[in-house]
């Protein structure tokens, strides 16, 4: 802002003295600035809706991987095995004989038989505890707590390469519920366990392997994720401490290379009729983390180009219904069109389904990223820098007859081996392609360089409409914005004290969600009260409304860019809702000349008040992605707990930068223009 | 050639009527075999195949070369290769051994105490050790240095690496006790393959055109689970040099329950080396397995000659290679009868080592030390005097910089102070680029222990761009630790009926010894491939950024526009008058532009707007037009 100040001053007296080209240039931004900030704004929504169509084709950029370079071997015995070991675990689920206790030890039965070492992992359910000061470290090294008596076994086996030097391993980690063992899906449920079954019996007699290859049968019955995650934080920060025979059993095998999460799903009601086997890819772990692209590369390679199998990524589809997407793809499908008319070389014209296909996917994994929350299983390996995916299976038959399920097993497990032979080829660990990019279908992607481009150009306008509105007040002195600092001072300091109430309320147990969602608002409210009355009004004479609007846009958007670092999808969908509520402010009680514009503003004002209020903005996202008829506003406290409770940024972002700026919003409304 | 080998077999059995002397033996201090005081050179080969409990054969040939300390040849040698001799010569060579392997020795299935695992177990890589009888430390690195290169041509590997102060260290008793004349150094990275292999067959004097080194078909061979290629040697002034050369390799046979010597080699063994004094085939089988069950085992040929230790622990059957012809080829075959999970003699305590921690800040190497008996009775008795004593010997290179003062020891699930532990301990930090840390730790156990872990915390350096090797990306190696049991020996005693280098090696003092994992440190690592953009990127930014950002902050208007106005007042001279005179007329156009643009708001009227969005619309039309005609 002292930057836009000399500049004003120099424009003043420009007569005189020349100033440089780069301070010229910034002085005509700032004075054009409601053109500019209306101009980047609509570039900004236009080229976030043609991401669709500049996603490129995927490609595998690690040349090392040579995915299907080698035939398969896996074989029908190998899959007779893998039979042989789902019916014999079908068989302890259905005697209902402490099937949490037999089917561990079955599995481990017959890892030994293929001569890995073996032992079982014992982890309890983790108290989901918020804790504000572990935000961003890994979970808290607490000692396990198996006195409490529901605990999950997994069971691990570990094949050591046989020229190897032991120094990496791949994971192979298949989730199945020893809880439901005898529930519906439980066909499906231990075909996961054969089906990685069939591809470590092969592995165990592979003398090609370079790395070590850990199977997990983890046992989700706290959820797949908690099985993963808490062996993870064994293997890596394991507990010296306490109960010795834990750690004594417990086997490693050098720095994990890749993780492969794997479970068959068996579709019960099924939409529309498969042509072919289904593999579902989830890449997204906590905060916005990707794998590789290479991983998902290979995956799709070799489902597609080599066993045939359909591979399908997250995707909303309410959105491929909605209307309005699809008046989108007609135009961007009328508009690539005439550009191709005019010049033949511009081909980026995309039929309108397709174009409505990926822009719900791409919705999907912008929503996915943005909220934080791992997908899956593989979310626990990225925690530990390690590359993972989980791909669910589902079969084009059931799995209730044995013929289809052996082609099932074989089509499947052949897809892994490739995946588990790439990964074995490759010498560094995976570099060579992106970490930052949304997927807009299987093979295409929207890679950093480009999808930085709509969050530029919204977030590019808010320094300008700063500088120009500190250039609009009446006051001269350099140093006029410190008295606006206090109410933004005061609004940071109430944030920061919302963002910690929860945790203070999560302590007292046993309350309903609701009476938790209003303990939290309350407590707020009494907060802020107190803050008045100890710092004063926001509105002393000294404040006037555009210094406080300059002050609230350019701490929003030094949060915006800090939130771009950290998780950007969140910064993304967060600026669609910010921006435009630092634009418009204006304060109810202003006159203006034209009274048409003003009312227009005004209602716009109004609007955005309600919307930007973070309980009604996180109920309109989920409205909009997942349909109206599911979302309550009183849903608020549980959404907050599963984002805290998966450690999630974007929490922090709702409440430290999202809530105080509609606050300074509230306070622009409600100015008293003086 | 037939000739040739002819008169070499003649020439044998001339000297052979020196040899048939005495043999009489002495331990040696450091686990060395004994020999005679011979005259002559000497050669031997044998090869010493021993059933695994998990079905897998180990075959473990040793070749035996030795030179007496005065030869009557002067600088010529016999039988013994010149190169050896000269480099033991030239760098005073008092013991050395250098191992290339591949794969791990499995510890738990392999057997860990008896004589034949606790030599076989090596680092995956290179190792290379040697102790030399120079006086002063800087004459020993100088020698060591020239060594390093000396052995890297010779077996074409890169042992030259290990020439740099920052990949080797001089261990006072971790490793073996020594006066400071031993240095250590370990390329955990290097691959082992047959260019290693053949100039290691060349120091045979049959290579492996005949007797036991024939055997070795390279495919089968590398094919194995295990390998492990090695060269020791020793001189004195009285033994003269001895060198043995043993290779290990683990095979994995086609039929699991049944395999024979041809099967394995995928070549027959038809003869001995002519110019070997003794050639030897030994087939071991663990005491267990055979005295519990004399039906577990079945053999198809032939033994010269039965044999069991002192101890029973193992039996022996020998057979001598000279029987054996072109016509009649000697072929081992074992079956197994009945399948059984047999464990060979474990080490007190496994020891594995591993990594604690993520991201590419810090974390911590761990080893952890486990009772090798499952049931809850620890080692031996839980009486309070019994102590086992264990010493782990660590190299870390320098990019992981250890805090030694970090070392935390947990003895059965419970956190004890290192006094009561450690009974000596000598750390040489790491010094950045000079040298890596070692750490020689001796600890003392309660017998009763079940477990006990380790762990010492670390940072992970930053490399200079030089630094990185190649493939940075896969990280760093930590070399294997060895822990070692001196309270614990392993050695086998047979009958002196049977005269064998490598039985005689059984009987030496060898210290139960085992090998860690190598560790795989992921460093940072800049993205190598895109240096360009980043440096140009980062360098606009900031110069756009910085110079701006000082412009504004230095400049001062008033103090400028005062300036001005008193430059206007003030008379210049005549040539700069003259130079303000050029450059205003230069400049006076472009500050009219300037202004222009500056005050262009009015300009950029409804008209213009409109002219431009005719003359635009002319050309998209006319482009059009052009494009579809």
Not at chain 2, 447 to 463: I, R, V
Request: glycine fraction near 6%.
């Amino acid at each position: 802002m002292e930057v836009a100040e000399v500049e004003a001053e120099v424009e003043k007296k420009a007569t005189a003295t020349r100033s440089r080209l780069i301070v010229r240039l910034a002085a005509l931004l700032v004075s054009h600035s409601t053109l500019v900030s209306v101009v980047c704004c609509l570039a900004g929504l236009i080229a976030l809706l043609v991401l669709p169509l500049l996603a490129k084709n995927t490609y595998i950029s690690e040349n090392a991987l040579l995915p299907g370079s080698a035939n398969p071997v896996l074989s029908y015995q190998h899959v007779t095995q893998a039979n042989n070991l789902i019916m014999d675990i079908m068989s302890i689920a259905d005697d209902k004989q402490a099937p949490d206790i037999e089917i561990p030890k079955l599995i481990a039965k017959y890892m030994e038989i293929l001569g890995a070492e073996t032992y079982h992992h014992k982890f309890s359910q983790p108290q989901n505890q918020f804790h504000p000061l572990y935000f961003f470290s890994s979970s808290p090294n607490s000692p396990p707590t198996l006195a409490n008596l529901s605990y999950g076994t997994s069971t691990v086996g570990i094949i050591r390469a046989p020229r190897g030097d032991g120094k990496e391993a791949i994971v192979l980690v298949s989730p199945y519920n020893t809880q439901n063992a005898g529930g519906i899906d439980a066909s499906a449920s231990a075909s996961s366990i054969g089906l990685a079954f069939s591809v470590f019996s092969l592995l165990s007699r592979a003398t090609w392997l370079a790395k070590d290859i850990i199977w997990v049968a983890s046992d989700s019955r706290f959820g797949d994720h908690t099985s993963v995650s808490a062996w993870l934080n064994d293997y890596h920060n394991p507990n010296f401490i306490g109960d010795a025979s834990s750690t004594r059993i417990f086997k490693r095998a050098g720095t994990m290379a890749c993780g492969i999460v794997f479970k068959v799903v068996e579709k019960e009601r099924r939409e529309k009729y498969e042509d072919r086997d289904v593999v579902t890819l989830y890449a997204e772990a906590s905060n916005g983390q990707m794998p590789n692209l290479d991983l998902l590369n290979v995956v799709h390679y070799l489902a597609v180009h080599r066993q045939g199998i359909r591979v399908r990524i997250g995707m909303f589809g309410g959105l491929v219904k909605s209307h309005l997407v699809r008046v989108l793809g007609e135009v961007m499908q009328q508009v690539g069109r005439f550009a191709r008319s005019l010049n033949p070389d511009w081909r980026f014209e995309m039929p309108s389904s397709e174009y409505v296909e990926g822009t719900a996917t791409l919705a999907s994994s912008i929503y996915s990223q943005a909220l934080g929350v791992p997908t899956g299983p593989h979310g626990a390996f990225r925690d530990y820098q390690v590359d993972a995916v989980t791909l669910e299976l589902s079969p084009r038959f059931s799995l209730k007859n044995e013929h289809t399920r052996l082609a099932f097993l074989l089509k499947g497990g052949r897809l892994i081996e490739g995946t588990v032979r790439s990964v074995n080829n490759l010498l560094e660990k995976f570099h060579q392609s992106f970490f930052l990019y949304f997927l807009t279908a299987p093979n295409k992607f929207v890679s950093v360089g480009v999808y930085m481009i709509p969050f530029a150009f919204l977030v590019a306008p808010l320094p300008i409409i700063a500088a120009s509105l500190f250039n609009l007040t009446s006051n001269r002195n350099p140093w006029r914005w410190l008295h606006t600092a206090k109410p933004l001072l005061i609004t940071h300091t109430w944030s920061v004290v919302v963002t910690l109430l929860p945790f203070y309320i999560s302590k007292i147990s046993d309350l309903p969600s609701t009476h938790c969602m209003l303990t939290w608002a309350g407590g707020s409210l009494m907060a802020l009260v107190i803050l008045y009355i100890v710092f004063g009004s926001p509105y002393s004479k000294h404040v006037e409304w555009r210094l406080l609007k300059a002050v609230m846009i350019a701490s929003v958007s030094i949060g915006l860019c800090l939130m771009s670092i950290i998780n950007f999808a969140t910064a993304q969908i967060g600026a669609l809702f910010v921006v435009p509520m630092c634009l418009f402010a204006l304060p109810i009680r202003v006159k203006t000349n034209n009274s048409l514009i003003r009312s227009m503003v005004m209602t716009c004002n109004l609007v955005m008040a309600v919307l930007g209020f973070p309980v009604t903005a996180v109920a309109l996202m989920q409205g909009v992605i997942k349909g109206f008829g599911t979302v309550s506003i009183l849903e608020f406290w549980d959404s907050m707990k599963f984002l805290w409770g998966w450690n999630s940024a974007t929490y922090l972002y709702l409440v430290l930068v999202h809530l105080p700026c509609w606050l300074l919003f509230l306070h622009i409304l409600f100015h008293p223009c003086r | 050639m037939a000739s040739h080998t002819f008169l070499s077999l003649l020439l044998f059995y001339l000297y052979s009527f020196h040899l048939l002397r005495p043999i009489y033996c002495s331990f040696g201090s450091n686990g060395f075999e004994t020999t005679s005081v011979p005259k002559e050179e000497e050669f031997s080969e044998e090869l010493l195949l021993k059933p695994l409990p998990d079905y897998k054969v180990l075959a473990h040939f040793h070749f035996t070369s030795t030179s007496p300390p005065s030869s009557s040849n002067g600088k010529h040698h016999h039988l013994f290769p010149k190169s050896i001799a000269q480099l033991v010569k030239k760098y005073k060579i008092r013991e050395l051994e250098l191992s290339f392997t591949q794969g791990r020795w499995n510890y738990d299935r392999w057997g860990a105490s008896d004589p034949l695992s606790t030599a076989n177990g090596k680092p995956p890589g290179v190792e290379l050790w040697a102790l030399f009888d120079i006086p002063t430390k800087e004459e020993i690195d100088a020698t060591w240095r020239n060594l390093t290169h000396s052995l890297s041509g010779l077996f074409c590997a890169s042992i030259n690496f290990l020439e740099s102060s920052t990949s080797y260290s001089a261990p006072l008793w971790g490793f073996l006790p020594n006066n400071g004349d031993l240095r250590y150094g370990a390329l955990p990275r290097e691959a082992v393959c047959t260019e290693n292999l053949t100039p290691w067959l060349k120091l045979l004097p049959c290579r492996d055109k005949a007797g036991i080194a024939s055997l070795l078909d390279r495919p089968s061979i590398y094919r194995g689970h295990y390998h492990s290629q090695r060269l020791k040697l020793r001189s004195d002034g009285l033994n003269g040099i001895v060198i043995e050369q043993t290779l290990s390799v683990v095979l994995q046979p086609i039929d699991r329950t049944s395999w024979s010597m041809h099967q394995l080699f995928k070549k027959s063994l038809t003869g001995k080396c002519a110019l070997a004094k003794s050639s030897k085939v030994f087939l071991e089988i663990e005491g267990n397995l055979v005295s519990q069950n004399e039906n577990i085992l079945e053999l198809v040929g032939e033994a010269d000659m039965v044999t069991n230790d002192q101890r029973d622990h193992s039996t022996i059957y020998q057979y001598n290679v000279e029987r054996y012809s072109e016509h009649e080829a000697l072929d081992i075959r074992v079956n197994w009868k009945k399948l059984l999970q047999v464990s060979f003699l474990q080490a007190p305590l496994h020891a594995s080592r591993f990594l604690m921690g993520s991201g590419n800040e810090r974390g911590s190497i761990a080893i952890s030390l486990q009772s090798a008996r499952n049931s809850t009775k620890g080692l031996y008795d839980n009486s309070k005097n019994c102590f086992t004593r264990v010493v782990i010997f660590q190299v870390v290179p320098w990019y992981v910089k250890v805090y030694y003062h970090t070392l935390r020891i947990y003895v059965d699930g419970a956190i004890r102070d290192a006094k009561d532990v450690v009974e000596k301990i000598n750390v040489a930090p790491s010094e950045d680029k000079v040298s890596p840390g070692t750490l020689e730790m001796m600890l003392q156990f309660p017998c009763g222990m079940m477990s006990a872990a380790l762990t010492l915390d670390f940072d992970k350096g930053f490399l200079h761009i030089d630094e990185y090797p190649p493939d940075a990306n896969q990280g760093f190696d930590i070399p294997s630790a060895l822990v070692s049991f001196p309270d614990f020996i392993s050695r086998r005693i047979y009958p002196d009926s049977i005269s064998s280098p490598l039985l005689q090696s059984y009987k030496g003092r060898n210290i139960v010894k085992s090998y860690t994992e190598v560790l795989l440190v992921p460093l940072t690592t800049p993205d190598f491939s895109m240096p360009y953009n980043v440096i140009t990127f980062t360098c606009t930014v900031l110069a756009l950024y910085f110079g701006s950002m000082v412009n504004v902050l230095r400049r001062r208007v008033s103090e400028e526009e005062r300036l001005a106005k008193s430059k206007d007042k003030r008379k210049p001279g005549l040539i700069p008058l003259l130079i303000s005179k050029i450059s205003n007329k230069v400049r006076g156009i472009k500050e009219d532009s300037a202004n222009q643009s500056q005050s262009s708001q009015p300009i950029l009227g409804p008209k213009v707007v409109f002219k431009v969005v005719l003359i635009a619309l002319i050309a998209v039309l006319g482009h059009y037009i052009f494009n579809s005609s």
